[in-house]
Structure formats: C-alpha cells, structure tokens
C-alpha cells in the first residue's frame, strides 16, 4: 500500500520501511515548506493532533511531502515534526 510513496521513509534522522506503517488506520499528505508563512502556523497544530490521536496506539500517519527549495530548507523544517517523511530527494 504505502510503495506510491516509495520503500523507505525518514522518521527524522532515521530510515524507516514499510513494515513500520502496519495496522494503521489513515494516512495523511501533508504538503509544506519552510518558506509557507501559514504552513509554519499550521505545522505545531498539526503535529500537536498526530500526537493526541497516536496517544494509545498508533493509528495514524502523516507523510510529510517537502515543497522547499533545498535540502537545507527541508531538514530545518523538517526537524520539528513528530510524523514521517518522504526524502527530499524523492
């Protein structure tokens, strides 16, 4: 299921496969970059939620999809999410 996103996924500076995401019951895309003033406001909210939801039992995923310019960008960005990613260069 998750291989349209590809193999392997960044869990922050980790690499993670497919069998990580078993027994979920939604994913979500979540589309942003660093230079999206409301994407930053949104972004705390968001993984504020992901947290609340996941809190007894992870059931939900979100893949973040990167919409910065560089990789520096994403990485900075990137390091105050609790939810996956797919990698920059994908």
Known sequence: MFSLFGTSFLK??????ESALQNLDLIGLYFSALWCGPCRYFTPQLSKF??????DRK?????FVSK????EEFLSYYKHMPFLSIPFDD
């Open 59 to 63: 059931k939900f995923e979100i893949f």
């Open 12 to 17: 922050q500076e980790t690499t993670v496969d």
């Open 68 to 71: 910065d310019h560089n990789k």
């Open 50 to 55: 992901y947290q609340q939801v996941n809190q």
